[in-house]
């Protein structure tokens, strides 16, 4: 698959290759390749090196004068005068910047003369017996030529080479004995084979270090490139290749931020495709996502010409983040994209209302001084005013105005709902099926709350819940969500685990544990039928209390599930912190694999759910072909209309064996 990055318009644009760790250079270039870097480590090694053999060599002064005393000033005056030129010749070439090489060719210089330096007039001694024995101190220059400076290896073999020579040299005209010279001779080949010999192992085992750390840094540079490539993937939608949810949260948190430290307002135009569900189930899911690409680029085109940006929110849903320059701009943005979808000519016969094209509408708002401190709100005045523009007939937008009630009173009066909600009934509980891909069996139904209005009209959850978290109604509708699944469990053993989406707010709320606790020993359930469902997304915090919250609770047997997953901002970071028993992949993931991009995308996520351990459910599953697909991928779990409709508890024995029935024909018994 090619890697792609994101543009500042929201196109994809390819990403240079990163070469593999197995593409490694010649032999030869691999070795030019090692003396160029062994160059750095050279020159640092020269300085402390020339150093101290310089000590070491003055040091030896007092041996002259223990075995050589007649000649001894010369031989000191020798040492100091090799040792210091050799000192000044060094710190020129380095203040300099001289290459390399002639530090090499110093150093070992320094070796030689220091050597003929120290020799000449040791060997004028007059006691020729300590002479002939003293030489044998010779063979610690041809030992420091090849073990105590990093020299190339052909160099160290020259500098010792002619140290040897040197040594032969003398050794032939010191008067000595046959044996002595015979011994000595052999003393100083065993030790330049030896010195050579080391040097040579101690240059080849460089040479492996350099090969290994070359080969290491390949590595972490394909690895960091592939993470860089894998982090734009994650933030780009597969599909109309706009920036994605968790893409478009960031910049719009950063807007947020940007108006109020700087006052730089803005507007969010949510955008949304009629009857678009109608629209997927009659003309095939290709053509719904052809459909959908084709108004992402006109719409795309639009937000690009305002200097906004533009990404993919939901299934049929997309977020236009514009600059502010008055709400006359905004409205009229909106109705240039509304105009524009209609104008594209996509056929839409399924329609109800008389329009036989495929058209958008659009729900704006914008920050204001009242709109509160909270980034929610202005999403949830876009919402409002798309809820509006969907109920006054849909091809049309609308502005969210502050000062119509019908607008702004919307969310209060869901809130006063809210209040009365479990005492007057309004509220209710509807369950989905959870079917195991491996046994057919239903393993566990997702219980999902559902709100109606006094005049029996229902409101989306993406309307109630936001409300009730405001309010902190969430509390006593989470506790009653809780104590009813709860009941329900103790009623129908058949049910193996009922999940509960749990809210941020309430893991937060003090003695939330406490109260799970006192619902289950009130109904009589063990904590292992439970499950909660925690959302990744901007509301969840690591927090110290709600980590000690999600201990608690799985100390109840409780088991923790991770919802949604793939569309927020701290989902890598949950999987680290807590221990799942099971994770949900979003729907969006799963009906992305009719593009490749995006079935390498989901295969990415299920193999990274796979090394953590907990099992992996799917949800939207919305026909056979996807189901095939999770048991070829070897998914543990599946969720959606195929498998099975929310429906209330009292239809519990249809909602058992249908999943049963359908997932039968894939599944061993």
Not at 17 to 31: G, K, Q, Y
Not at 483 to 500: D, F, M, P, W, Y
Not at 515 to 528: E, H, I, K, Y
């Amino acid at each position: 698959m090619s890697d792609y990055a994101i543009s500042a318009v929201g196109k994809l644009a390819p990403v240079e290759p990163v070469p593999h760790s197995h593409e490694m250079p010649e032999p030869a270039e691999l070795r030019a390749l090692f003396h160029k870097e062994s160059q750095a480590a050279r020159r640092k090694a020269a300085r402390p090196g020339l150093y101290i053999a310089v000590i070491i060599y003055l040091l030896f002064a007092f041996a002259d004068i223990l075995l050589v005393p007649d000649v001894a000033f010369y031989t000191i005056a020798a040492r100091l005068v090799v040792g210091v030129t050799a000192l000044v010749t060094l710190e020129t070439l380095l203040r300099v910047e001289a290459p390399t090489q002639w530090l090499d060719v110093t150093c070992a210089g320094a070796i030689i003369f220091g050597y003929v330096g120290w020799l000449i007039p040791t060997a004028m001694s007059s006691n020729q017996e300590s002479v002939a024995y003293y030489m044998v101190f010779g063979t610690i220059f041809m030992m420091s030529a090849n073990l105590f400076f990093t020299f190339r290896f052909r160099f160290s073999v020259a500098t010792s080479t002619i140290i040897l020579l040197i040594l032969y040299t003398v050794n032939y005209f010191i008067p000595s004995t046959t044996t002595y010279k015979l011994v000595f001779g052999a003393f100083y080949i065993s030790c330049f084979i030896f010195t050579t010999y080391i040097n040579f192992k101690l240059n080849r085992e460089r040479y492996n270090v350099f090969l290994n750390a070359l080969e290491a840094r390949n590595q972490h540079r394909e690895a960091t490139e592939r993470g860089r490539a894998l982090l734009r993937l994650s933030r780009t939608d597969p599909l109309t290749e706009l920036e994605n949810r968790r893409a478009i949260d960031e910049r719009l948190r950063e807007l947020w931020n940007g108006w109020r430290q700087h006052g730089t307002a803005f507007a969010v135009l949510l955008v949304d495709v009629d009857f678009f569900k109608r629209f997927n189930d009659h003309y095939g899911h290709q053509e719904g996502d052809r459909c959908l690409t084709k108004v992402a680029d006109r719409v795309r085109r639009i937000a690009e010409e305002h200097r906004a940006s533009i990404g993919r929110y939901g299934g049929e849903e997309f977020i236009i983040l514009s600059p502010l320059y008055s709400p006359e701009h905004v409205a009229s943005l909106s109705q240039e994209i509304c105009r524009a979808v209609e104008g594209l000519g996509i056929i839409h016969d399924e329609r109800r209302d008389g329009t036989q094209l495929v058209t958008v509408s659009v729900g704006a708002t914008y920050t204001r001084s009242e709109a509160g401190t909270k980034l929610e709100r202005v999403i949830q005045e876009a919402d409002s005013a798309l809820y509006l523009a969907k109920a006054s007939g849909r091809n049309c937008a609308r502005l969210f105005d502050p000062n119509d009630p019908q607008s702004s009173d919307e969310s209060e009066n869901i809130a006063a709902v809210l209040r009365i909600a479990i005492e007057r009934g309004l509220v209710s509980l509807v369950f989905q099926p959870i079917v195991s891909l491996r046994s057919g069996k239903v393993e566990a139904m997702e219980a999902l709350m559902r709100l109606s209005m006094p005049d029996g009209t229902s409101v989306p959850p993406s309307m109630f819940i936001p409300a009730a978290e405001r309010t902190g109604m969430i509390l006593e509708l989470g506790q009653w969500a809780i104590r009813t699944a709860c009941l329900q469990l103790a009623s129908n053993e058949h049910i193996r685990t009922i999940s509960v989406n749990v809210s941020p707010v309430q893991l937060k709320a003090p003695g939330f544990a406490a109260s799970v606790a006192a619902a289950l020993g009130d109904a009589g359930v063990p904590g292992n039928r439970l499950a909660f469902e925690i959302t990744e997304g901007l509301e969840m915090e690591m927090h110290s209390d709600v980590l000690r919250c999600i201990s608690d609770l799985k100390l109840l047997g409780i088991k923790i599930w991770l919802d949604d997953f793939g569309t927020g901002f701290a989902g890598l970071s949950w999987l680290r912190l807590i221990d799942f028993d099971v994770v949900k992949i979003d729907r969006s993931f799963l009906h992305d694999c009719l593009t490749p991009r995006g079935k390498a995308m989901f295969q990415d996520i299920v193999g990274l759910l796979r090394n953590r351990g907990p099992k992996i459910l799917v949800e939207g599953v919305e026909s056979e072909e996807q189901m095939e697909l999770l048991r070829i991928r070897g998914i543990d779990l599946a969720q959606g209309f195929y498998v099975g409709r929310p429906a209330r508890a009292d239809s519990f024995g249809s909602l058992l064996s249908a999943p049963k029935r359908r997932a039968a024909a894939g599944c061993p018994n």
